[in-house]
Nanobody, 129 residues
Framework: QVQLVESGGGSVQAGGSLRLSCAASGNVGGNYCMGWFRQAPGKEREGVAAIKTDSGATNYADSVKGRFTVSQDNAKSTLTMYLEMNSLKPEDTGIYYC????????????????????WGQGTQVTVSS
């Protein structure tokens, strides 16, 4: 079982940047899809970005392409995923969650919410205009 803890949220003005972290603990051996998701007030949760831990292959929602970058640090027994967010817009405001699911070598990770089975508690990101 893997546990996920997000950090790095905060408040910024439009055009600013934030870096979110997702630290995975527990049984982190093997291959995973890890993803970032967000939920704005009154809206459904949506996928933002995903990364495959063995290949580093990434996948982004159209709304964040060119502005957000997902990366990972999986040295030895640790696994941390990051989300670098630049050129932030007010519509990026929301609670950001990280999620994970074990994945076979042939599987391509997506930002489809239903495919993930382990979730963090979320971190708030607020972008003011």
């Amino acid at each position: 079982q893997v546990q996920l803890v997000e950090s790095g949220g905060g408040s910024v003005q439009a055009g600013g940047s934030l870096r979110l972290s997702c630290a995975a603990s527990g049984n982190v051996g093997g291959n995973y899809c890890m993803g970032w998701f967000r939920q704005a007030p009154g809206k459904e949760r949506e996928g933002v970005a995903a990364i495959k831990t063995d290949s580093g292959a990434t996948n982004y929602a159209d709304s964040v392409k060119g502005r957000f970058t997902v990366s990972q640090d999986n040295a030895k027994s640790t696994l941390t995923m990051y989300l670098e967010m630049n050129s932030l817009k007010p519509e990026d405001t929301g609670i950001y969650y990280c999620a994970a699911v074990r994945a076979s070598w042939w599987y391509s990770c997506t930002t489809r919410i239903s495919t993930y089975n382990t979730w963090g508690q979320g971190t708030q990101v607020t972008v003011s205009s």
